[in-house]
């Protein structure tokens, strides 16, 4: 079983919809979580992180995370052509090494995402 | 822009040869992370650096060695390449402040093996 489950998809929209985009972890040890953008070709972009349960909203982004459930999620709202990514949940567990920024993040596969218009 | 240069941005070659990626972290970052992503395994953490002394290691082949320089730049290493070798390789980097800091990533070498 991997670490991190996230359904690849893919997963095809209209314009305007509500998106959904949803991960589970079995490691308990993960306490911080991000997701990341990526489009064809380019390397993840980092759009959200957070380490606390609960919800963190940046503009049409909203992060949730549940750590009691091991289920993070990422709500987009009035999706746009522009959106259409692969995205991708990645955690950390907590290192703190004299305050050095430390650790590996790991990914979930990642769900490709088309908004059409 | 993240601010993570990644050279070459395409590369091709024969198996078994070697190969050199080059990675220059974003000003002031101190961490460097190498990870590989393919289609089947998605993004495979390889290895991190943090200040020139490797941190933390992941699933990286024995064919495989990185190293960072005092300057701060990365390179990854891959000898002995085989055709399964062939993949995106993605470098990021982190800054040093805080446990919490975020990846930041380059827009990767695509090798391919043939």
């Keep these: 079983q991997k670490e991190v489950e996230q359904d690849p998809g893919p997963l095809s929209v209209p314009e305007g919809a509500i998106v959904s985009l949803n991960c589970t972890y079995s490691n308990s040890a993960f306490q911080y979580f991000m997701w990341y953008r990526q489009y064809s070709r380019k390397g993840p972009e980092l759009l959200m992180y957070t380490y606390s349960s609960g919800n963190k909203e940046d503009g049409r982004f909203t992060a949730q995370v549940d750590k009691s459930s091991k289920y993070i999620s990422l709500f987009i709202r009035d999706s746009q052509p522009s959106d259409s990514a692969t995205y991708l949940c990645a955690m950390r567990e907590f290192s703190n090494a004299g305050g050095t920024s430390y650790g590996k993040l790991t990914f979930g596969q990642g769900t490709i995402l088309t908004v059409h218009p | ?114």
């Design chain 2, 1 to 114: 822009d993240s601010g993570v240069t990644q050279t070459p941005k395409h590369l091709i070659t024969a198996t078994g040869q070697r190969v050199t990626l080059r990675c220059s972290p974003r000003s002031g970052d101190l961490s460097v992370y190498w990870y590989q992503q393919s289609l089947d395994q998605g993004l495979q953490f390889l290895i991190q650096y943090y200040n020139g002394e490797e941190r933390a290691k992941g699933n990286i082949l024995e064919r495989f060695s990185a190293q960072q320089f005092p300057d701060l730049h990365s390179e990854l290493n891959l000898s002995s390449l085989e055709l399964g070798d062939s993949a995106l390789y993605f470098c990021a980097s982190s800054g040093s402040v805080s446990y919490n800091s975020p990846l930041h990533f380059g827009n990767g070498t695509r090798l391919t093996v043939t």
